[in-house]
């Protein structure tokens, strides 16, 4: 069973904030929230994680719900080069990754 | 830092043959790495994970025989698709993980295309 929900795909503007949903409500309390994307043709690329806090680094920034059953993913100011497949994955530290069908992005000009 | 390479990044044989593909962490150990399959259109699927020293874990419907995997050194981690068909063409992907390197998230190698004629 997958722990997240994405959507498959979504557009956004070059230039702009994108927000990328994950649903997560099966949660459980030692699980993080980690992001990968991946663009064509490539090894996946870590962007970010977290527990319970929001997260924010030189790439984007995680954002928690209080309940933690879902949470966004903010690239501040899209590039056509983040044009990738992003996956949300909800796993314990230390447990192997599963992923599942990720969010395709395409950032459009 | 935390550098994953695989070498190499596109191999082309004939049915039949075997095909090595080497996984190196290039500035850490990683006690621990994973390998993954991606066919086209598809989302990564985890073959195996291996420690360094000890047997690799496969995953249900994962071929032990087939996918031979050796994690000699902890920074060397080998894919060996012996006898290979042309259903096993797919993108190869490795990732190492290391405590203590920037928390247990897993760094990807580019990948190996393999095509199995």
């Known amino acids: 069973d997958a722990k997240t929900t994405q959507p498959p795909s979504m557009d956004c503007a070059e230039g702009r904030a994108a927000n990328l949903p994950c649903n997560h409500s099966t949660i459980s309390g030692n699980e993080y929230v980690y992001w990968y994307r991946q663009i064509h043709s490539q090894g996946p690329q870590y962007i970010i994680h977290?527990?319970?806090n929001n997260e924010t680094n030189e790439m984007a920034s995680l954002i928690i719900t209080e309940d933690r059953k879902s949470s966004t993913l903010i690239l501040p100011h899209a590039t056509l080069r983040d044009t990738a497949v992003y996956y949300c994955i909800v796993e314990a530290a230390g447990n192997k990754l599963t992923f599942g069908g990720g969010t395709r992005v395409l950032v459009k000009p | 830092g935390a550098v994953v390479s695989q070498h190499p990044s596109w191999v082309i044989c004939k049915s039949g043959t075997s095909v090595k593909i080497e996984c190196r962490s290039l500035d850490f150990q990683a006690t621990t790495m994973f390998w993954y399959r991606q066919f086209p259109k598809q989302s990564l699927m985890l073959m195996a994970t291996?420690?360094?020293?000890?047997?690799?874990?496969?995953e249900q419907g994962v071929e032990k025989d087939k996918f031979l995997i050796n994690h000699a050194s902890l920074t060397l981690s080998t894919l060996t698709v012996t006898s290979a068909h042309p259903e096993d063409s797919s993108f190869y992907i490795c990732s190492a993980r290391a405590a203590g390197v920037g928390g247990n998230e897993q760094f990807f190698g580019p990948g190996t295309r393999l095509t199995v004629l």
């Open positions: 291996s420690n360094e020293g000890s047997k690799a874990t496969y």
């Open positions: 977290g527990l319970k």
